[in-house]
Nanobody, 116 residues
């Protein structure tokens, strides 16, 4: 069955870094656009970053540009989110999503808390 398993979240001080990973199984990973979303406390889920199936194109929400980097390794069925210069407003549950032609799957999420 399809599985997306996120890891790498945790508690970090402002200005710190974290690297999230999402390992996929049960589908042809290299054919899917992959995205990272987040849901801050009390707010709706929002798109953070996305990467095309080949990794040739990426896009980011404005508030994370220059701080976050999305990448993927199709040989490992894994998508990453490198997060640098973290701010308290980055606190959220982070989810990865796989999308292709209207079909979408989600992971269970990993908590990121940025606090001193």
């Amino acid at each position: 069955q399809v599985q997306l398993v996120e890891s790498g979240g945790g508690l970090v001080q402002p200005g710190g870094s974290l690297r999230l990973s999402c390992i996929a199984s049960g589908f042809t990973f290299s054919s899917y656009r992959m995205s990272w979303y987040r849901q801050p406390p009390g707010k709706e889920r929002e798109l953070v970053a996305a990467i095309t199936s080949t990794g040739g194109s990426t896009n980011y929400r404005d508030s994370v540009k220059g701080r976050f980097t999305i990448s993927r390794d199709n040989s490992k069925n894994t998508v990453y989110l490198q997060m640098n210069s973290l701010k308290p407003e980055d606190t959220a549950v982070y989810y990865c999503e796989a999308w292709n032609a209207g079909r979408s799957w989600w992971g269970q999420g990993t908590q990121v808390t940025v606090s001193s």
